[in-house]
């Protein structure tokens, strides 16, 4: 509710403070670095194990998703798809675990749109040339160089605020649940004269179980296959000539 809370600080500058964001991407990153070895280690040039199995299913599934959305001269870009959705719905999936979401800090969400920022600026001018890049900011009309430069702006920035939004609203939403039906549940068990019933919050089970499907799953899925397919589709405008 109130931000990540600062775990420690590094004593250097003054103190670096680090906080639930910082670790909690560095333990999940940790672990999907252990899985992608798991899958990946000693490969067969016909798989029999599952393991590699799935590991080929999920990366051709990837190049598929790319290849669809951006085109087949695009392909170069399947790791930092794969590496941004995976990153996208671990870190928000880990709720589910009592952890606190980095994708519900904004910093993480922008930074994330920075760098796609960045490529889709980078594609233009490796497409069009410094001239053609700069030309587009005039086009149609020259007099509309001001809304082009705002709305090549407005486009990162509606990425990060999109998914730091659903994400953060959601952890507040079901905070302010679990509030609600304690109260509730001292409330309705306040007329029984039993002290131990009435410590038992017997509204927050089940109820907030069947809310998670939404919050947690569905819109942790759908804000990662969001992320993914508006960077898809802004970098591949920005390669087209």
């Not at 000693?42 to 798989?47: A, G, Q």
């Not at 990153?87 to 749109?113: E, K, N």
Request: charged fraction near 10%.
């Amino acid at each position: 509710m109130n931000g990540p809370k600062i775990l420690f600080k590094i004593p250097v500058l003054g103190g670096i403070p680090v906080t639930e964001t910082i670790v909690n991407m560095w333990v999940i990153m940790a672990i999907i670095v252990a899985v992608c070895i798991f899958l990946t280690r000693n490969l067969e040039v016909k798989p029999t194990k599952k393991r590699q199995v799935i590991a080929e299913k999920l990366v051709g599934m990837l190049y598929n998703l790319v290849e669809d959305t951006m085109g087949p001269g695009h392909k170069k870009f399947v790791p930092y798809i794969g590496a941004l959705f995976t990153m996208s719905i671990c870190g928000s999936l880990s709720s589910l675990f009592g952890v606190r979401p980095y994708t519900a800090d904004l910093s993480v969400t922008l930074g994330w749109a920075l760098v796609t920022f960045c490529m889709v600026q980078f594609t233009s001018i490796k497409t069009k040339g410094v001239g053609g890049w700069l030309k587009g900011f005039l086009e149609p009309v020259p007099f509309l160089l001001p809304l082009n430069l705002v709305s090549e702006v407005a486009n990162p920035i509606s990425i990060a605020f999109r998914h730091f939004g659903n994400i953060a609203a959601g952890m507040v939403i079901t905070s302010l649940l679990y509030g609600a039906l304690a109260s509730l549940s001292a409330f309705v068990l306040g007329f029984i004269p039993n002290a131990f019933i009435n410590s038992i919050p017997i509204f927050q089970l089940g109820i907030p179980a069947v809310l998670s499907i939404y919050f947690d799953l569905f819109t942790s899925f759908l804000q990662a296959y969001i992320i993914s397919m508006l960077t898809m589709v802004y970098v591949a405008g920005a390669g087209e000539a």
